[in-house]
């Protein structure tokens, strides 16, 4: 798709149809980033109006993450083979539908069909809108600027859901969370069909479903048995039996992708330098940043007393610095390089959740340092997102793109999916005794705290790792896949 130019700098310029192209794209996924925490402050409603359990209500959550995570990288190849555009299509499609069916769900079975509906339809339309991103802007200064839009409306959707979902649940009803997908979804369906062209790879290579399978499973297995753990104990043969059926779902998954002739993940693109490091700071930023999105709630609501509506309201601020963060991404990376961006994003998010570790049970004092610090640390939280996703995708072939972006995407899916269990069972250790299931005040306190103060240093740990290993050429960070003598894809 061609570029104008602005006169007077030489800098290039979106035409009016990338304009409209970008709105789409974006949109869309703005609409999913919303889609994955919208319920959060709704479960307890959902769970009390449908019969779930509270053993079983985080379900309405991880059902979608998982058939997101699942499916994202098969989805993204058949974009590749079949066409992007159509898959878009298909996708916005089942979404609109499924969020019908669950605002009229009466029971838990029609819940968690939806929710999984949603989730599929995740994993359909990202891989395809990111690479109808990424080849409908060339490599430089517009793809990083739409990259770094997308990055900034993915974590400001997450925050914004948790807001839209208290202000629907509290003045209307949690059904509502679902009904406003139905017109917003139609327009973008009818968006896609104006202003979106088709966009596939010359290369159609088969499908991999075995590979698409077993790290599915493996992802259902693992949550299953962190969630178990948290619930029966890790000594209960449920908890440590389906933990080992998710390692033997894995490496039979990446047995798969070493044998398969067209795997999803071939071996080429997951040892190039970039793809493995900038995925592992993806994975990182996301899942840890979901697990303390979890936590705060918990922490607010329980000791602090916030209801539903307040506790959506302080996460506004994280997504203000959220959005801040995208708009500023591109130009800290063309000053830092997207390994130096990185780095800076993972560190600023760690720190930032770390010193949580101190909050107390006093009102004031807390909601300022929460407001403080979330507004800070999603500052740094969309950085890294931006420079994970610029250094995981540039300097790949379009027929390839399907693939790195689906794999970005499902690094973000998989964060999603296991931070929330994960860090739930680190704070479950210091909750102390429990009366009736239920923990005190004080053992809330002492278990969200310990969860954000090993958040933080998971995160400093990656930043670590990253800055010793991604490796860099003049300044840009560079695959090893890459030739010598390709001009480096990010300065």
Avoid: C
């Avoid at 005794?433 to 002492?446: D, H, I, Q």
Wanted: aromatic share 10%.
């Amino acid at each position: 798709m061609s570029t104008s130019t602005a006169p007077d700098t030489g800098t290039p310029r979106m035409t009016g149809k990338q304009k409209a192209t970008l709105v789409v794209l974006l949109g869309a996924q703005f609409m999913f980033a919303i889609d994955f925490s919208i319920l959060t402050v709704a479960l307890p409603k959902i769970g009390d109006d449908l019969g779930f359990s509270i053993d079983n209500l985080q379900w309405v959550v991880t059902s979608f993450a998982l058939m997101a995570a699942g499916f994202m990288l098969l989805f993204g190849r058949i974009g590749d083979t079949f066409g992007r555009k159509k898959l878009f299509l298909f996708g916005m499609a089942l979404l609109t539908v499924s969020s019908a069916v669950g605002g009229f769900a009466e029971s838990p079975e029609v819940m968690l069909v939806a929710r999984a509906a949603q989730g599929l339809a995740t994993a359909i339309v990202t891989p395809s809108g990111l690479a109808l991103i990424t080849t409908s802007f060339e490599e430089g200064p517009l793809r990083n600027k739409a990259l770094g839009l997308n990055g900034a409306l993915l974590s400001l959707g997450f925050a914004s859901g948790a807001v839209l979902g208290g202000v629907l649940t509290d003045l209307l009803s949690w059904r509502w969370d679902f009904f406003i997908n139905v017109p917003i979804g139609a327009l973008l369906f009818l968006g896609g069909i104006a202003f979106i062209r088709e966009s596939r790879s010359d290369i159609r290579p088969k499908l991999d479903v075995p590979g698409a399978v077993t790290v599915t499973l493996g992802l259902l297995a693992f949550t299953f048995g962190v969630t178990g753990g948290e619930r029966d104990g890790w000594a209960a043969p449920q908890t440590w039996g389906a933990l080992l059926f998710a390692a033997v779902m894995f490496v039979a998954f990446y047995i798969i992708e070493l044998k398969t002739p067209e795997p999803l993940a071939p071996v080429r693109i997951l040892h190039a330098n970039t793809v493995k490091w900038g995925n592992l700071g993806g994975l990182t930023t996301f899942s840890m940043e979901s697990a303390l999105s979890f936590l705060l709630t918990l922490y607010m609501q329980q000791v602090l007393g916030l209801t539903p509506f307040q506790t959506g309201l302080m996460f506004g601020f994280l997504g203000l610095g959220a959005f801040l963060g995208g708009t500023v991404a591109p130009k800290i990376i063309g000053r830092t390089g997207t390994k130096g961006a990185l780095v800076l994003g993972l560190l600023i998010q760690a720190v930032m959740t770390g010193v949580l570790f101190w909050l107390g049970d006093a009102m004031a004092v807390s909601i300022v340092a929460i407001l403080a610090t979330t507004f800070i640390g999603g500052f740094g939280h969309v950085l890294a997102i931006v420079a994970y996703t610029v250094t995981a995708t540039s300097g790949v072939a379009d027929h390839e793109q399907g693939l790195v972006t689906g794999l970005a995407t499902m690094t973000q899916q998989i964060g999603f999916t296991i931070g929330i269990p994960i860090m739930s069972a680190v704070a479950a250790t210091q909750y102390g005794p429990l009366t009736e299931g239920v923990a005190s005040v004080a053992g809330v306190l002492k278990g969200t705290t310990f969860g954000m103060l090993v958040d933080g240093l998971v995160v400093l740990a990656v930043a670590l790792l990253i800055l010793v290993f991604l490796r860099t050429v003049g300044g840009a960070t560079t695959s090893a896949a890459q030739q010598p003598e390709k001009q480096p894809a990010v300065n």
